[in-house]
């Protein structure tokens, strides 16, 4: 008899339980990253302000605030906006949407080095997709922290993320037009 049938109830499944040893094992696993890796944090641009106002203009018409706009040799070659409602897809985030656009016509490897601006910073699984993509540097409006106070949010860094990727070089610049990005929420 499996302990989950046996009734006896000292054997019963405790999910929080689970979830904080698995927790607390990811983050171990996080900051237990190579030293090799690189995320560098990096300033502000001059581009940077004007490309982000595409994204926020992006958030505006997504299911959910969030718009991304991905920049190669300073021109737009996609754009992408929270479609997991309309999609029924709960991956359709807008930097997922940015990158699968830009693949539907284009060779993945023409990513790499490029800059991918989105008004939330991005979640594991979409700073998951930038790394593999080779995106060079990625600019976020809000912080996932900031985020959290509006809807449910993965406490993992778009830092701690790339952090984990010894494989990849990554720049990261936060905080650009938090406070527009933040606004759409008061508007959905």
């Not at 001059?46 to 959910?64: C, Q, T, V, Y």
């Not at 656009?101 to 997709?129: H, I, Q, W």
């Not at 990625?138 to 900031?146: H, L």
């Not at 406070?179 to 508007?187: H, I, Q, V, W």
């Amino acid at each position: 008899m499996s302990h989950k049938t046996c009734g006896c109830g000292a054997h019963r499944f405790n999910r929080r339980a689970a979830l904080a040893t698995m927790g607390a094992g990811l983050a171990s696993a996080i900051s237990a990253a190579p030293a090799h890796a690189k995320a560098k944090r990096a300033p502000v641009r001059p581009e940077d302000e004007g490309f982000m106002r595409l994204a926020i203009a992006e958030a505006a018409k997504g299911d959910f605030p969030f718009g991304a706009v991905i920049v190669r040799d300073g021109k737009i070659v996609s754009t992408g906006r929270n479609l997991g409602v309309t999609n029924n897809d709960p991956t359709a985030h807008g930097e997922m949407v940015a990158i699968r656009r830009f693949v539907a016509d284009n060779p993945a490897k023409e990513l790499k080095g490029a800059t991918l601006y989105t008004s939330g910073e991005p979640c594991p699984m979409c700073m998951g997709a930038i790394v593999w993509c080779g995106i060079g540097r990625v600019v976020y409006a809000a912080s996932i922290e900031q985020l959290s106070k509006r809807l449910g949010q993965i406490m993992i860094t778009s830092r701690a993320v790339a952090e984990a990727a010894p494989f990849a070089d990554t720049e990261i610049t936060g905080g650009l037009l938090a406070t527009e990005a933040l606004a759409l929420f008061d508007k959905k």
